[in-house]
Nanobody, 130 residues
């Protein structure tokens, strides 16, 4: 199984980026997918996730209303559309896949839930300048 995260870059505050998480070796539709981020010196933080049943979306408070997670079944890819970016969004962003049964209908991105994600991508850097 491989997860390839891409789409990061340097953007000015207020700008947008779309991150992609492409999978090989598994079908993303059957899994909950999470996006996480980690800034230097900080703990890894849950950003968003999408459940495998019903595609229910969840967002961290700091990104709610600005970020949108979605799936493209045909491309076996999950996206994170990030709008109105702020300097505090600067971090390495990681996608992860969970087959945890409880996440099928209601995924979770809390710190304690991260251990339920089975596969992780390599990360893509997002830098937002002020």
């Amino acid at each position: 199984v491989q997860l390839q995260a891409s789409g990061g870059g340097l953007v000015q505050a207020g700008g947008s980026l779309r991150l992609s998480c492409a999978a090989s070796g598994l079908t993303l539709d059957y899994y909950a997918i999470g996006w996480f981020r980690q800034a230097p010196g900080k703990e890894r933080e849950g950003v968003s996730c999408i459940s495998s049943v019903g595609n229910r979306e969840y967002y961290g408070d700091s990104v709610k209303g600005r970020f949108t997670i979605s799936r493209d079944t045909a491309k076996n890819t999950v996206y994170l559309q990030m709008n109105s970016l702020k300097p505090e969004d600067t971090a390495a962003y990681y996608c992860a896949v969970s087959g945890y049964r409880d996440f099928r209908r209601s995924c979770n991105i809390a710190t304690g839930a991260q251990s339920e994600y089975d596969y992780w991508g390599q990360g893509t850097q997002v830098t937002v300048s002020s």
